[in-house]
């Protein structure tokens, strides 16, 4: 079974920065694109970013230049930066390792960003 490991949530004020992490300890990390997901109260889960083993990444269209999705193949662990957060960034961030017959999700972590 494979276990997404994500860290970094938390409440922070509209404009600041937070930076989220996944480790996927005991895979074949090359083998996924990973990526991060959000989920907003009464919404339904969206795309935010993602990044494939040769760091070419794809991300929703809104957050692009505010969000950066990295990935450290030697820790097994993704990175999502991001800045200049506001209120409707507000949801559950769920990390993603999508293979070939294969898609995992993390417990998700929360973030909240006040007004």
């Known amino acids: 079974q494979v276990q997404l490991v994500e860290s970094g949530g938390g409440l922070v004020q509209a404009g600041g920065s937070l930076r989220l992490s996944c480790a996927a300890p005991?895979?074949?990390?090359?083998?996924?694109?990973m990526g991060w997901y959000r989920q907003a109260p009464g919404k339904q889960r969206e795309l935010v970013a993602t990044i494939g083993a040769d760091h070419g990444t794809n991300y929703a269209d809104s957050l692009e230049g505010r969000f950066t999705i990295s990935r450290d193949n030697t820790k097994n662990t993704i990175y999502l930066q991001m800045n200049g957060l506001q209120p409707e960034d507000t949801a559950v961030y769920y990390c993603?390792?999508?293979?070939?017959?294969?898609?995992?999700w993390g417990q998700g972590t929360q973030v909240t960003v006040s007004s």
């Open positions: 005991g895979v074949i990390f090359s083998f996924y694109i």
């Open positions: 993603n390792a999508n293979g070939y017959r294969a898609n995992h």
